[in-house]
């Protein structure tokens, strides 16, 4: 864990602004310690908050959802099938298989089946750019994890979110993607957020550290909407740079906004790629399933706004978003320190 303080000589109007700034990055907490629950002698308190304990239960809380032995062997088998033929001379026999195997749509088989028409089979050697990575290759595997068009949309907007729009007045960011939740044929509410550097930027540090920030406040601002509905959701968002994407989740715990890391996968950018990408689609089923609580809650909330059997647990634990400026200066201070 980090902690460094600031002194600031702007002066800024805001009411949780103070002079000194304490920037707080937990990110230290051993492996060998992930599965221990009791005060540590290390441990980040805030009063009488232990957060170091919060989020070592917080990582504890798995999801138990796993791929069969049987099903990794079929999607092992069509790529490789794919690889060794075509996926034109494969395509009717995995089509039957998805048909006759409930289990394999289940387990995203639809995702292999879209990348196995998209795919070139070995990757091309040209980087893309931003749009032609997000419609070639992370499109596929976003919407067949996500993509229900009569429940939840999955959006790649040029907008700012509404969210946001709601927390301060003025031209809001604009998150490169996000799920909404359809209700009354309207989108009605974000629960999944995402940002998104082409390979020409997977250098670029400090723009990374950026986009990070950025999609916290837009988790942060999607949670605190969905609390003033009345729905207890834990929001989602992912980092892609290059073809590597990182998974995040928020929630509050006892006043404590809590943004965990739960997973990294690496988008296939070829046939020949998939065979490793097989190995990392339980992270997917598990994104998959918090996702598919959230959705509950909230839909619920949206259709019976008032019955008091789905009220949030968490209103009295929400806080004001910093503004843009105090994000600035943190950010700046942190950049001439760390120099990145």
Known sequence: MRSRQMESSMGIDDQFFSEEINIISIDDIPCELSFVNENLVDD???KEINVSMLFRQYQNKSVTTNIKFGERIKFR????RAIKESWSSVKKWWLTELANDQTLDENLGFVILECLKSLPTAKIKNEPSETTLITNYLDHVMKGMLHDPNKYIVEWPNTGL???KAR????SKQPDFVVSVIHQLQTSGVIFVGEVSPPSEKNNVYKNCNDLIR?????KDCL???????????????QCVDYTVDFYMMDIVQGTYIMIHIGQISVPASVKEMLHFVDEIEILLKIR?????????LYAK???PNDPSLLSTKASFKHDTWNTQIYEIVIEYVHSVWKI
């Open 44 to 46: 980040f308190k805030i």
């Open 77 to 80: 088998e069509v790529i490789k």
């Open 162 to 164: 509404d969210e946001s």
């Open 168 to 171: 301060k007045s003025g031209r």
């Open 215 to 219: 999609i916290g406040v837009f988790m």
């Open 224 to 238: 605190d909407s969905a609390i003033d509905l009345g729905a207890d959701i834990k929001m989602l968002g992912f």
């Open 289 to 297: 399933e918090i996702f598919c609580k959230s959705f509950d809650s």
């Open 302 to 304: 949206l259709c019976n």
